[in-house]
């Protein structure tokens, strides 16, 4: 797996995140647990989008057991699931960018059209973070920051106090890993924030561009057979 792949999959999480909740009022369609905070605000508010943020969650997690049921007979088989996992969000991030431009822009988020490109998009990132966690665990999360953030700031108390040895290379290291993986996912906020305001819905096209970047890299050796 050539090192630049996590890093890609981060820059893109970043991108369909932000330009998603930029477009789908207020949606979060990779960090998604983030919608029941914006699930409570929309009711507090009375604004648009409940369903959306409703749906959210159990269509990500519908998509990840369905991810994982169907690279199963590939584990046992040798095969690695990766790149058909990839092919899998390239297609929908595709879907998702042209219902986007279609149907967008999205007024109101209770709308069929901003449910179902929310949805689109949301399986497309459950996909992703499917085949991080499969496929890339050695690799820092490529979607949430949250966790990357903290072991981040552990990992440099630790420098400051003067860890050393083993533990201080390990930390280092793993330093190293995961403020690039922060950096990555900030760059494509940044990215999916500033397109979107040039270009509105059109903004959805870099995402399955970036999604062509791993399919185009050496695939991780198949995991042993469950």
């Known amino acids: 797996m050539k090192p630049n792949v996590p890093l890609v999959l981060s820059v893109n999480a970043g991108y369909v995140d932000t330009a998603g909740f930029l477009t789908l009022q207020g949606l979060f369609t990779a960090h998604v647990t983030g919608n029941f905070v914006t699930l409570g605000a929309a009711l507090v508010q009375g604004t648009s989008g409940v369903l959306a943020k409703l749906l959210a969650l159990p269509v990500f997690c519908a998509v990840i057991v369905a991810v994982r049921l169907a690279s199963l007979p590939l584990q046992r088989s040798g095969r690695s699931a990766m790149r058909p996992v990839l092919a899998?969000?390239?297609?929908?991030?595709?879907?998702g960018a042209v219902m986007a431009i279609r149907l967008g822009p999205f007024p109101h988020g209770d709308s069929l059209a901003a449910i179902a490109t929310g949805m689109v998009l949301v399986a497309a990132?459950?996909?992703?973070?499917?085949?991080?966690?499969?496929?890339?665990?050695?690799?820092?999360?490529?979607?949430l920051m949250t966790g990357s953030t903290t072991q981040l700031m552990i990992d440099i108390a630790d420098l400051l106090g003067g860890?050393?040895?083993?533990?201080?290379?390990?930390?280092?290291?793993?330093?190293?890993?995961?403020?690039?993986?922060?950096?990555?996912?900030?760059?494509?906020?940044?990215a999916g924030a500033l397109l979107f305001a040039l270009t509105g819905e059109w903004c959805f096209v870099m995402p399955p561009l970036l999604a062509v970047i791993?399919?185009?890299?050496?695939?991780p050796p198949p995991l042993p057979a469950a």
């Open 88 to 95: 899998a969000k390239l297609a929908l991030l595709a879907l």
């Open 125 to 143: 990132m459950a996909i992703q973070n499917a085949a991080s966690r499969i496929h890339l665990a050695s690799a820092p999360p490529t979607t």
């Open 163 to 190: 860890v050393d040895g083993e533990a201080g290379a390990t930390a280092r290291a793993r330093l190293r890993k995961l403020a690039v993986s922060v950096f990555a996912f900030a760059a494509g906020c940044a």
């Open 214 to 219: 791993p399919l185009l890299s050496d695939p």
